[in-house]
C-alpha cells in the first residue's frame, strides 16, 4: 500500500499538517529563502555548475554533502543525546546509533559545555574541521534542550561552524522553527519505509504525545511525522538528507518507493546504507539472524534509485562522537582530560586561511579530472570500447589521491569508470593487510573477495605476494599513479586499459562469475 497521503491525521499531526501548508506558501521568509532541492542535477558528487550559488555555499565543504569535499573536509559528532523517542529492530541502546554510527559504545557522554569546549579544542587543531553534527547516540531531537543549548552556543562562538543533525524525524515538526532559528542548514532524517506494513517490522514501538504505540499504528504515526517533517524543512531551505538502512527481505526493493516519496517532497540527497546485524551488538536483527546486504546488493539497489533524489555513497556510519574526515576517527585524540591540558585558541583567520588552500587543491582535483577526461582517450586507438564500464578500487589516506599503500589500506574507494568519468560508488571495508610491519597473507582472501568486482586496484605501494594473489583473482594491481588525484588516475589507467583492449593485447570479461584469466596482464599498466 502507498503511505503517502492517505492516512488519518491524529491530533497534533492535523495542525502540523495545516502549519506546513501555511509555511509552503510563505517559504520566502524563512531561515533560508531557497527551496532545499536545487536544480535536478545536484548531487552529492556535483560541483558548482550544477546548483544555484546559495545552495553550492552550504554543500561545498559540507563533508557529508559534497563527495568531492569529503576528501578535504571534517566533520565531528558530539555526542549530547542519549535518550530515544523510538525502537529500531538495529539498535541496542547500549551501543552508537545505527542510523548514524557504526555500533561501539560512545566513549564519553557530554554536557553541552563540555561539548562546545570539545568542538572549540578540535576547530583549533583540526582547522578542515567545518561540520558540527549531533546524531546521537539517541535522537537529537529526543533531547532538544541539549542539542539546541550545545547548537545556540557554537552558533555565538564558532560562527563558521556550519550546524547539521540528524534524526528519526518521530519529534521533527514540533522543532523546525528551532532548527531554523540556530541557523541548522543541514538535517538528515532516517527514513526506512513509505509503508507502515513494512515499517511495524523495523519498528516495534515508538514513544509520541506521553503514550507508547506499537506495531502498525506506530509505523503510521512516524512515517506521517517523518513526511511532515521532510515537507516542513525543505519549506524552510533546510537541506535535508534522508539516510535509509538497507534491510534484505524487508525493505531493499521498497527503498525505491522511499526515494521516489522524497524526492517528491524537496530531499536533497538520499543515502542508502547497509544494515550492521552482528548479534554481539544484542540487537533485534542481530539475534534473529537478519542479514546485511553485500556490497553488491547494496549498490544494486542505489543503481535501482538512480533517475530519482540524489544520491549519497560515501557515507561510512560515523561513531556518534567520530572526529575527522569520514573514514578516519580522531575522536581519541580529544578526550574530556586531554582537552583539559589543552591551549585552546580559535582562531577564524587562520581557520580561513587554511580551508582557502584546501579548497584551491581541490579546484587542482577538479581541474585534473577535466584534463584527464578531454587527453586521455584518443578515438582512434580505441575503437570498439566505447561501451566499456569497469570498477577499480583505489587505496587513499585523503586529499583526493592515491596515497595510500596496499597494505595500509582499511577500505577502498570504488570507482566506476568509463569514456566519460569517474564516478565515485561507494567504498569496501577491509582488515588491515599489514600488521606489525609484515603482511598477513590470510587475510587476502577476504580483501580480494571484496573488491572482486572491480578490474583493477590502483594504490601507492604493493608487496610481491599480495599483488601476485591480486593478478592470479583477475584484479590488476597498479601503483604507477602514486600520488596522483584519483580520478586521473582512475582515467588514465582506464584509458590504457582501452588501448590495450582495443589492439588485441587484453581480452575484455565482465567481473563477477567471469573472471579475467591469470597471467592476461602482459602489457601496459600491470605492475610487473
Ligand atoms: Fe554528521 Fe550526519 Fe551531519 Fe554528516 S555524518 S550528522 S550529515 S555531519 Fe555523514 Fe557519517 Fe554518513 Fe552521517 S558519513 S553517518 S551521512
Ligand atoms: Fe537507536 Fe537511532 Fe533508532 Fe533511536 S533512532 S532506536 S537511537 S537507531
Not at 330 to 353: C, N
Request: proline share 4%; glycine share 8%.
Amino acid at each position: 500500500m502507498s503511505s503517502t497521503t492517505t492516512f488519518v491525521s491524529i491530533g497534533d499531526l492535523r495542525k502540523g499538517r495545516q502549519a506546513v501548508s501555511e509555511v509552503i506558501e510563505t517559504a520566502s521568509g524563512g531561515c533560508s529563502t531557497t527551496g532545499g532541492a536545487g536544480k535536478s542535477s545536484c548531487g552529492s558528487s556535483a560541483g558548482p555548475d550544477d546548483m544555484p550559488q546559495e545552495i553550492w555555499d552550504k554543500v561545498k565543504n559540507h563533508p557529508c554533502y559534497s563527495e568531492e569535499a569529503h576528501h578535504h573536509f571534517a566533520r565531528m559528532h558530539v555526542a549530547v543525546a542519549p535518550a530515544c523517542n523510538i525502537q529500531c529492530n538495529y539498535c541496542n541502546r547500549k551501543y552508537d546509533c545505527s542510523n548514524e554510527s557504526r555500533p561501539g559504545v560512545v566513549s564519553q557522554k557530554l554536557t553541552p559545555d563540555q561539548a562546545v569546549k570539545k568542538v572549540l579544542a578540535v576547530a583549533s587543531e583540526i582547522p578542515q574541521m567545518t561540520v558540527l553534527g549531533i546524531a546521537g547516540p539517541g535522537d537529537s531531537l529526543a533531547n532538544p534542550k541539549k542539542t539546541f543549548d550545545t547548537m545556540r552556543q557554537l552558533a555565538e562562538k564558532a560562527p563558521d561552524i556550519k550546524l547539521c543533525l540528524s534524526t528519526n524525524g518521530l519529534a521533527l515538526p514540533d522543532q523546525v522553527d528551532e532548527i531554523c532559528k540556530y541557523n541548522i542548514d543541514h538535517v538528515t532524517i532516517t527514513i526506512n519505509m513509505v509503508d507502515p506494513a513494512v515499517g511495524e517490522k523495523i519498528y516495534p514501538w515508538i514513544f509520541y504525545d506521553h503514550k507508547r504505540y506499537t506495531g502498525y499504528e506506530a509505523a503510521k504515526i512516524l512515517h506521517e511525522r517523518q513526511m511532515l517533517g521532510l515537507e516542513m524543512l525543505t519549506a524552510r531551505g533546510v537541506l535535508t538528507k534522508i539516510n535509509s538502512v538497507l534491510i534484505p527481505g524487508i525493505n531493499d526493493e521498497h527503498l525505491i518507493e522511499v526515494n521516489r516519496e522524497v524526492k517528491k517532497r524537496g530531499a536533497f540527497l538520499h543515502n542508502i546504507m547497509p544494515l550492521i546485524s552482528e548479534p554481539e551488538h544484542g540487537t533485534v536483527f542481530g539475534l534473529t539472524g537478519q542479514r546485511g546486504p553485500t556490497a553488491q546488493e547494496l549498490k544494486a539497489v542505489q543503481d535501482a534509485c538512480m533517475g530519482g533524489a540524489n544520491l549519497m555513497r560515501h557515507c561510512r556510519q560515523c561513531r556518534a562522537d567520530a572526529v575527522g574526515l569520514l573514514g578516519e576517527d580522531r575522536s581519541e585524540e580529544f578526550t574530556l582530560d586531554k582537552i583539559e591540558a589543552m591551549d585552546i585558541h580559535y582562531d577564524l583567520d587562520k581557520r580561513r586561511a587554511y580551508q582557502e588552500k584546501v579548497e584551491e587543491e581541490r579546484q587542482a582535483q577538479h581541474q585534473a579530472k577535466v584534463n584527464a577526461l578531454s587527453n586521455a582517450f584518443d578515438a582512434s586507438l580505441l575503437a570498439g570500447t566505447e561501451e566499456l564500464k569497469v570498477l577499480v578500487a583505489v587505496a587513499t589516506e585523503g586529499h583526493g589521491r592515491v596515497n595510500q599503500h596496499f597494505g595500509h589500506a582499511t577500505e577502498f574507494q570504488i570507482f566506476e569508470v568509463d569514456r566519460k568519468q569517474a564516478l565515485f560508488v561507494g567504498h569496501r571495508r577491509v582488515d588491515l593487510y599489514c600488521q606489525g610491519g609484515y603482511g598477513e597473507d590470510e587475510q587476502l582472501p577476504s580483501i580480494v573477495s571484496a573488491i572482486n568486482d572491480c578490474h583493477a586496484v590502483l594504490v601507492s605501494k604493493i608487496g610481491a605476494c599480495p599483488r601476485d594473489e591480486l593478478k592470479a583473482a583477475g584484479i590488476e594491481p597498479v601503483d604507477q599513479y602514486a600520488h596522483e588525484f584519483i580520478e586521473k588516475a582512475a582515467l588514465q589507467w582506464f584509458a590504457d586499459y582501452c588501448e590495450r583492449v582495443a589492439s588485441g593485447a587484453l581480452q575484455h570479461h565482465e567481473r563477477g562469475d567471469a573472471r579475467i584469466r591469470q597471467g592476461a596482464f602482459t602489457g601496459g599498466q600491470a605492475v610487473a
